[in-house]
């Protein structure tokens, strides 16, 4: 942990944006730290104090998450009418206001009611942050800036969770509700410093565009998306592929999952930075990405390794496994930072990063199933998903060539399209 903080002191120290960039470092932090308190605590919450089964909460997590893909879009194209700057404040309150009901929750209905209500927003945040971020420091820092604070993040997470494991072992409705309570003032406090956060490249309001879905026709940035978001199962990986393998088909012991976990969440904070590094031009984003991909194919064939291993050499196949797939998340989140600022088209960033972030979402929901059937398929199934994973980092440079002759052929925007206000 020392190290970590360490790096966090070495973040604060050399921030780029200058203070506007240590202020979103701050928001970062404290987002991080409620959400990772309330991921801790959530499901023992909804089992053992509210006693809806698993099948239940199941059901409400999947309904809110349809709920977010539905909403994601229109939200989007909100932020390009009013900026990204009012809708994260207005959904942080929002939010801040759901997780206050949340603690009183008493039967399903009651739990189907606050889900859905925060599936309203849920996909927002993340495009919203990162919109943020391109409007409030320079064009040259903003990918260096998200790559701080997805550092931060990580440290936040894990503080949070430390803190949602002082709820789990009080182990009592009024534990977990005190939990609760902070993820809820964690977002007011966030939506206080989001309303006073100075903008430095926000468009001026007669330059708006009207509503516009057009990035659903812009093929060359869904392209980009899609690959994008078969790089990002290296979350699915993490949370449920590896551990899986681990306990199902091979000797090693499961204590060694939370150590492998350890070794991501430190890289992660460690070299998150330096891996964003040369990824502010479509080049230099695309090489990322096929950086990214051979890396989670390593990782797969790795991990098929293991159960043919002693147990001693297993793990070190583990070990290997794990540091190969923080390297792909690594390089995959630079890259897609990169290259989603860069193939948006001016005054309609809201929209575009919103669509950016939805095929994470789709991916969210369609990994564990995929990921889950590899396990079971055993060897086949991590030799076919590393193909996917190499075949789709190494299309990012042609993607990211076409993407950029299809922006560059975007006329520009016309002042007398937009709309008085």
């Not at 194209?77 to 801040?96: E, M, N, T, Y």
């Not at 604070?149 to 072992?169: E, Q």
């Amino acid at each position: 942990m020392s190290a970590l903080w360490q790096r966090v002191r070495g973040l604060r120290g050399s921030m780029p944006g200058g203070p506007v960039g240590k202020r979103l470092a701050v928001m970062a932090m404290i987002d991080a730290v409620g959400t990772g308190a309330f991921l801790a605590v959530s499901v023992p919450f909804i089992t053992r104090a509210v006693h809806l089964s698993e099948r239940n909460l199941g059901f409400g997590l999947g309904l809110s998450a349809a709920i977010a893909l539905g909403t994601a879009i229109p939200i989007g194209i909100l932020a390009d009418r009013i900026g990204p700057k009012k809708v994260l404040v207005g959904v942080s309150l929002w939010r801040a206001a759901c997780f206050v009901v949340y603690p009183f929750v008493q039967n399903l209905w009651q739990f189907l009611t606050v889900v859905c209500l925060l599936g309203l927003v849920d996909k927002a945040a993340a495009p919203m942050e990162q919109a943020l971020v391109g409007q409030a420091v320079p064009t040259t820092e903003r990918v260096k800036v998200v790559a701080i604070l997805r550092s931060m993040r990580n440290v936040g997470f894990t503080v949070g969770a430390l803190l949602g494991g002082v709820g789990l072992l009080i182990g009592t409705r009024a534990g977990y509700t005190v939990i609760l309570l902070l993820n809820a003032a964690s977002f007011a406090v966030l939506a206080t410093l989001a309303s006073r956060l100075p903008l430095l490249n926000a468009p001026t309001a007669n330059l708006r565009r009207r509503f516009s879905v057009g990035v659903l026709r812009d093929g060359s940035f869904l392209s980009f998306a899609g690959i994008n978001a078969i790089l990002t199962m290296h979350m699915t990986l993490l949370s449920i592929g590896i551990p899986l393998w681990i306990v199902g088909h091979t000797d090693v012991s499961a204590a060694l999952i939370s150590p492998l976990v350890a070794v991501n969440t430190v890289l992660a904070v460690l070299l998150q930075v330096r891996a964003s590094r040369g990824t502010d031009d479509i080049p230099g984003a695309a090489r990322a990405l096929v950086r990214a991909g051979v890396s989670l194919a390593a990782c797969c064939l790795l991990l098929v390794t293991a159960p043919r291993l002693p147990v001693v050499l297993a793990v070190g196949a583990l070990l290997l496994a794990m540091i190969a797939l923080t390297g792909g998340e690594l390089w995959q989140s630079a890259g897609g930072w990169g290259g989603s600022y860069l193939l948006a088209a001016p005054g309609q960033e809201g929209v575009y990063l919103s669509v950016f972030w939805l095929g994470v979402a789709v991916q969210q929901i369609a990994a564990p199933i995929l990921v889950s059937l590899i396990v079971t398929v055993g060897a086949a199934g991590w030799v076919a998903l590393a193909a996917l994973f190499a075949a789709s980092g190494l299309a990012a440079p042609a993607i990211g060539r076409w993407a950029q002759t299809q922006a560059a052929k975007r006329p520009r925007q016309d002042p007398s399209l937009a709309e008085a206000t």
